[in-house]
C-alpha cells in the first residue's frame, strides 16, 4: 500500500505557493498540466462528439447531456457556454485524496482550455468557473464565453 502522507505534504507545500500567485502565473503554470490530462482521452471524446455534431458549438454543448458524468449548457447561442461536471471532481489527484484545494481547478480550466483550442483553432474565447466542488458545491461549472 502506497503511503500517500509523504506526496500530499509535498503538495500541500506546493499548494500555498500556488496560492500565493497571479492569476495569470497559475495560468501559465498549469497550461502544461491541463493540456497533459486532456492527451489522455478526453480530448478526443470532445473532438469525436464535436465532429459528429458538425461542428456545431450549440449542437455540441447540447449532446454533452447525453454523458453520464458531463454536461452542457446554452447560455447565448453562438456566444456564451457551459461545460458541467455532474458526478463532481474528476481529477485524478482529487479523487485519489492527493488534493483538495481550490488551486487545482487551474487544471481543470486549462485542461478545458485546450480541448476549445482544439475544437475551435485560435478563436477569440475566454473561460472561468462558475462553481467548483473544492470550493463547496455539488458539480463543477465553467462558462465558455466566444468573443472575449
Not at 63 to 87: C, D, P, Q, R, T
Not at 111 to 132: A, H, Q, R, W
Request: net charge negative; with cysteine.
Amino acid at each position: 500500500m502506497k503511503d500517500i502522507s509523504f506526496v500530499s505534504a509535498w503538495l500541500g507545500a506546493l499548494g500555498r505557493s500556488i496560492e500565493g500567485m497571479t492569476s495569470s502565473q497559475k495560468e501559465q503554470l498549469f497550461y502544461h498540466c491541463g493540456r497533459n490530462c486532456a492527451d489522455t482521452g478526453v480530448k478526443d471524446a470532445y473532438l469525436t462528439l464535436f465532429y459528429e455534431c458538425q461542428k456545431d458549438l450549440n449542437a455540441f454543448f447540447e449532446a454533452l447531456n447525453s454523458w453520464n458524468y458531463v454536461g452542457g449548457a446554452v447560455i447565448e447561442a453562438n456566444h456564451i457556454y457551459e461545460v458541467i461536471f455532474k458526478g463532481g471532481c474528476m481529477c485524478d489527484l482529487y479523487t485519489q485524496g492527493y488534493i483538495k484545494e481550490p488551486w487545482l481547478c487551474e487544471c481543470s480550466k486549462q485542461s478545458f482550455k485546450y480541448v476549445m483550442e482544439t475544437l475551435l483553432g485560435n478563436s477569440d474565447f475566454s473561460i472561468e468557473p462558475i462553481c467548483t466542488v473544492l470550493n463547496g458545491a455539488q458539480e463543477c461549472r465553467f462558462r465558455i464565453t466566444l468573443g472575449k
